[in-house]
């Protein structure tokens, strides 16, 4: 390699929009060869492995651990030996000012805000030079823009922060006089504050904008549905009950909402008791970043619990015939291991295949629903950051000892991050089974763009009525929830019937 050359985020799956740099595997200076594994990425999914695109030599680490940065944004620089060091900061400095340094640590505002590509940059004009006599329009609170910057306009040439855009068509800012420092010349909330009193404006300061100061109401609270703990509690914290949220049954605010609002307005006495009736252990409060995964995994299934109007079957499966046959499977062929869940996947896509209509997708785009022919089952499996559902794929085509070996290597790599996007993305169906701690029944949000998903709870010893007589049989509760949109209470009913005879008769999957 005798040209300098990058290394780029990767795009791993069509609803990747950044990465966060886990750890670099190798150092400055090291050299390595196609296909070396340079460092880890976390997505919103998984935290994976970059493989080397070509042979070479890293010379320059732009993005170090923990940084984020858009699909193709720039990490690393490579070349061999022989280009020399000033080359290499030339390149860099020739990619822009932005390209030369790690992110800087978003400010309090623009913390939720994210980095977009921009085609084309557009001229970046000069800041405008203050001056006592521009006339200044009074804006509403602390802003005053000078007529000089005045004239908002949208622009799609214009590359800004979401923050930035809605602060400047609220207070008639033209953007296209004012410059940005960000990367790629992006324009910040803090670059139209320099604009501005650049002007002879005035523009708070930033990190005073988030310490606004919490108004209490006056309004007459005794109307206010709550209950007697909290009543008593709110007189005599000095609280008025219309400040408080309300989560209580029958729309009443309870205790834990009084006492939010205590802590709200008390924040050091967080750690302590505000009312001491004896003597109380004190407790400390950790606070938890929620990581890509954990966001996504809460973005998403609160969708689908919003946008998806859920109804559950419940079914109990006697499964002594599935344990029967499993055991012999095992004990005759030793290097197969089946597990009850192995079983029950077989099973459920041979149901998938006999019941069709609960083998789908719900596409909202298009308002349509997108029927398989093979049943792609996903299965959740928790990880250390979250949970990922790795896919058995065309399981009504394999055997069962395809299928245990598919989740055993499945499983392994989504623990260690190591599954590829088309691996745990998609799917028809899902299953997720808690049995193994011991859950007798429990209800799953659907997997969205899925139709339906399986929870699978505990196989245990119960008490059941046959021919008149309680005998004692291995039971396991399957509860199916199902999108309404595209899945009757009929077919759903009819998927279950199905399942539960392949489960009780399993010689049926093996045929």
Not at 411 to 440: C, H, V, W, Y
Not at 477 to 490: E, K, N
Request: hydrophobic residues 40%; charged residues 20%.
């Amino acid at each position: 390699m005798s040209e300098i050359k990058t290394l780029e985020i990767p795009k791993w799956g069509l609803s990747m929009e950044e990465g966060t740099i886990a750890q670099w595997l190798i150092k400055e200076g090291d050299s390595f060869n196609k296909g070396d594994e340079i460092c880890e990425i976390e997505t919103t999914k998984i935290v994976n492995v970059l493989e080397a695109p070509f042979a070479g030599t890293l010379r320059k680490i732009l993005a170090k651990d923990g940084d984020t940065l858009p699909v193709g944004g720039l990490i690393a620089v490579c070349a061999d030996s022989e280009i020399s060091d000033a080359e290499i900061e030339q390149f860099i400095a020739s990619l822009g000012g932005s390209a030369a340094k790690a992110p800087e640590t978003p400010s309090e505002q623009s913390k939720a805000e994210t980095f977009a590509p921009v085609t084309e940059k557009a001229e970046q004009p000069q800041p405008v030079a203050a001056s006592a006599s521009v006339p200044v329009k009074t804006a509403k609170g602390d802003y005053a823009v000078p007529e000089s910057l005045q004239g908002y306009q949208a622009s799609d040439e214009l590359f800004t922060t979401p923050h930035a855009l809605k602060l400047a068509e609220k207070h008639n800012v033209n953007l296209a006089k004012v410059t940005g420092s960000g990367r790629e010349g992006r324009i910040s909330v803090q670059d139209i504050q320099k604009a501005v009193q650049a002007a002879g404006g005035q523009w708070p300061d930033v990190k005073q904008q988030t310490q606004t100061k919490v108004v209490k109401s006056t309004a007459d609270d005794s109307q206010i549905l709550a209950t007697p703990v909290a009543r008593r509690l709110a007189k005599q914290w000095g609280i008025n009950l219309n400040d408080c949220r309300v989560s209580g049954t029958r729309g009443r605010v309870c205790k834990e909402d009084v006492e939010a609002v205590y802590y709200r307005n008390n924040p050091t006495s967080v750690n302590e008791q505000p009312v001491q009736c004896a003597a109380q252990p004190q407790s400390t409060v950790t606070t938890v970043a929620m990581n890509g995964m954990r966001k996504a995994i809460a973005s998403r299934l609160q969708a689908a619990k919003r946008n998806a109007p859920h109804f559950r079957l419940v079914v109990d499966l006697n499964v002594e015939a599935l344990q029967k046959l499993r055991k012999q499977i095992n004990e005759t062929v030793p290097q197969v291991k089946l597990s009850i869940n192995d079983m029950l996947i077989k099973a459920a896509a041979a149901a998938l295949i006999k019941v069709p209509e609960v083998n789908v997708q719900f596409d909202e785009a298009t308002q349509s629903i997108l029927q398989f022919s093979q049943a792609d089952i996903s299965v959740a499996v928790a990880i250390p950051n979250g949970l990922i559902t790795p896919i058995v794929k065309a399981a009504n085509q394999k055997s069962l000892a395809q299928i245990s070996d598919d989740m055993r290597d499945l499983a392994t790599r989504a623990k260690t991050g190591k599954l590829q996007p088309d691996e745990f993305q998609g799917g028809s169906f899902s299953i997720s089974n808690l049995g193994m701690l011991g859950i007798k029944q429990f209800d799953a949000i659907i997997n969205p763009p899925q139709g339906a998903i399986m929870a699978l709870g505990a196989s245990e010893s119960r008490a059941v009525v046959e021919n008149g007589n309680v005998v004692v049989r291995e039971i396991v509760t399957a509860t199916l929830s199902c999108d309404h949109r595209v899945i009757d209470g009929a077919v759903g009913a009819k998927f279950l019937a199905s399942f539960k005879q392949f489960v009780e008769n399993p010689a049926l999957i093996l045929v």
